[in-house]
């Protein structure tokens, strides 16, 4: 259910419920006269606004809470239960960890659930903890075996692309404490469905209720937890090679971290269950099309380089460039230059920045900068490279 229109909000600040009491007391002809600062008098108007004030805040929250555009949290769980959807869960990243021992005269057993290894916590990055999920042996002479493991606490945050080091909290007797224990590749970490991304989907899960159409394929496709966003080719549409076909459907989509074919058989079933009789449906992995930016930023006295040169990367792409910016597009869709501009100007130590960048493009196409990116439904943007040149503010 949509607000007829854009409402105003209900919120209103302690000042100015304080100013209108005290207008009200002087209207009302009232002896009450000293409203400075500190007098009594003031004082209790001042507790009596700020009690308004966040009841005003509550009431605004809960008229928002009443429509699908507005709804955040668990008041959207439930607008999102109206219609039969749920909230996509967060998926726990799953690997393995390399034990490395000094002694290979016994045989020493890794229990399953042995807990807890994690890694070393850093600035902007806590710790990481992880269970082994396999009972696994030391044969007596080996001096590394790797064991199946699993994030304790689901989210990308269990994601890891190189092999870090981890500290286990529980001594497993047999192994010495100066024994190596690493975390190797950890994938398939999802974060919860965001507000935004479950707001976005609901209309799609409805519409898609009718098999056969492309809503019923982005429905099916979008509902798996590790797949980030797809796009449909339809008969007759070009797919940026070919045209389709009669009946032909194509079904691209997007996976969280780099693990297509971990998915494609359960894409496959899905698409499958959503198609009609004669639709011939092809699901295929969508390809990263690399994002290449250069700009110059213009900072606040005092700045750090190297901090700042990290915010901008970081607002653009993310970690490894699977988040920031550019990983907000998805298949099919184009990469807005004026959003990376906006993205960048968030920044709190960035006053300003030269525009054009002095690079914008993807890497795979020639062609101007300063132009928005199109991609085919069969891509999606991934930040392969991000240069930021940091200067003082001139004139500061």
């Given at each position: 259910?949509?607000?007829?229109?854009?409402?105003?909000?209900?919120?209103?600040?302690?000042e100015?419920?304080?100013?209108?009491?005290?207008?009200?007391?002087?209207?009302?002809?009232?002896?009450?006269?000293?409203?400075?600062?500190?007098?009594?008098?003031?004082?209790?108007?001042?507790a009596?606004?700020?009690?308004?004030?966040?009841?005003s805040?509550?009431?605004?929250?809960?008229?928002k809470?009443?429509?699908?555009?507005?709804?955040?949290?668990?008041?959207?769980?439930?607008?999102?239960?109206?219609?039969?959807?749920?909230?996509?869960?967060?998926?726990?990243?799953?690997?393995?960890?390399?034990?490395?021992?000094e002694?290979?005269?016994?045989?020493v057993?890794?229990?399953?659930?042995?807990?807890?290894?994690?890694?070393?916590?850093?600035?902007?990055a806590?710790?990481?903890?992880?269970?082994?999920?396999?009972?696994?042996?030391?044969?007596?002479?080996e001096?590394?075996?790797?064991v199946?493991?699993?994030?304790?606490?689901?989210?990308?945050?269990?994601?890891?692309?190189?092999?870090?080091?981890?500290?286990?909290?529980?001594?497993?007797?047999?192994?010495?404490?100066?024994?190596?224990?690493?975390?190797?590749?950890?994938?398939?970490?999802?974060?919860e469905?965001?507000?935004?991304?479950?707001r976005?989907?609901?209309p799609?899960?409805?519409?898609?209720?009718?098999?056969?159409?492309?809503?019923?394929?982005?429905a099916?496709?979008?509902?798996?937890?590790?797949?980030?966003?797809?796009?449909v080719?339809?008969?007759?549409?070009?797919n940026?090679?070919?045209?389709?076909?009669?009946?032909?459907?194509?079904v691209?989509?997007?996976?969280?971290?780099?693990?297509?074919?971990?998915v494609?058989?359960?894409?496959?079933?899905q698409?499958?269950?959503?198609?009609?009789l004669?639709?011939?449906?092809?699901?295929?992995?969508?390809?990263?099309?690399?994002?290449?930016?250069?700009?110059?930023?213009?900072?606040?006295?005092?700045?750090?380089?190297?901090?700042?040169?990290?915010?901008v990367?970081?607002?653009?792409?993310?970690q490894?460039?699977?988040?920031?910016?550019?990983?907000?597009?998805?298949?099919?869709?184009?990469?807005?230059y004026?959003?990376?501009?906006?993205?960048?100007?968030?920044?709190?130590?960035?006053?300003?920045?030269d525009?054009?960048?002095?690079?914008?493009?993807?890497?795979?196409?020639?062609?101007?900068?300063?132009?928005?990116?199109?991609?085919?439904?069969?891509?999606?943007?991934?930040?392969?490279?991000?240069?930021?040149?940091?200067?003082?503010?001139?004139?500061?």
């Amino acid at each position: 259910m949509r607000p007829p229109m854009a409402l105003p909000s209900l919120y209103r600040t302690p000042e100015d419920y304080l100013a209108a009491a005290i207008e009200q007391v002087r209207v009302a002809g009232s002896q009450l006269t000293d409203f400075t600062t500190g007098s009594v008098t003031r004082t209790f108007l001042e507790a009596l606004a700020t009690a308004a004030s966040e009841h005003s805040q509550v009431a605004d929250q809960l008229r928002k809470d009443s429509y699908l555009v507005t709804a955040i949290g668990e008041a959207l769980d439930a607008k999102a239960a109206d219609q039969g959807v749920k909230r996509l869960p967060a998926v726990a990243a799953t690997g393995e960890i390399q034990i490395t021992r000094e002694d290979t005269s016994k045989e020493v057993p890794v229990p399953i659930g042995w807990s807890e290894l994690s890694t070393v916590p850093t600035a902007g990055a806590p710790s990481v903890t992880y269970i082994t999920t396999a009972r696994s042996v030391f044969p007596v002479g080996e001096t590394t075996i790797e064991v199946p493991a699993v994030a304790v606490v689901p989210g990308a945050a269990g994601n890891l692309r190189e092999p870090t080091p981890l500290v286990p909290l529980t001594p497993i007797e047999g192994l010495r404490s100066s024994d190596a224990y690493v975390a190797l590749k950890f994938t398939e970490g999802v974060d919860e469905e965001s507000d935004d991304d479950l707001r976005a989907r609901i209309p799609i899960e409805v519409a898609g209720r009718v098999k056969g159409r492309a809503e019923s394929f982005l429905a099916a496709v979008l509902r798996l937890e590790n797949v980030k966003s797809a796009a449909v080719v339809r008969p007759g549409e070009y797919n940026g090679q070919r045209t389709l076909t009669a009946n032909e459907v194509e079904v691209y989509y997007q996976v969280h971290g780099d693990e297509p074919a971990a998915v494609m058989t359960a894409v496959t079933a899905q698409v499958s269950a959503a198609s009609m009789l004669g639709q011939i449906v092809n699901p295929v992995a969508a390809v990263p099309v690399g994002i290449e930016i250069e700009l110059t930023v213009y900072a606040r006295p005092g700045y750090d380089e190297e901090s700042v040169r990290a915010s901008v990367a970081r607002v653009l792409g993310g970690q490894d460039g699977l988040g920031g910016v550019i990983g907000t597009f998805g298949c099919g869709e184009t990469v807005r230059y004026g959003a990376v501009i906006d993205a960048v100007h968030m920044l709190p130590d960035v006053v300003t920045f030269d525009v054009p960048f002095k690079t914008f493009r993807a890497v795979s196409r020639a062609g101007e900068t300063d132009k928005d990116i199109h991609l085919w439904p069969r891509e999606y943007p991934l930040l392969s490279r991000v240069a930021v040149t940091v200067k003082p503010l001139p004139g500061a």
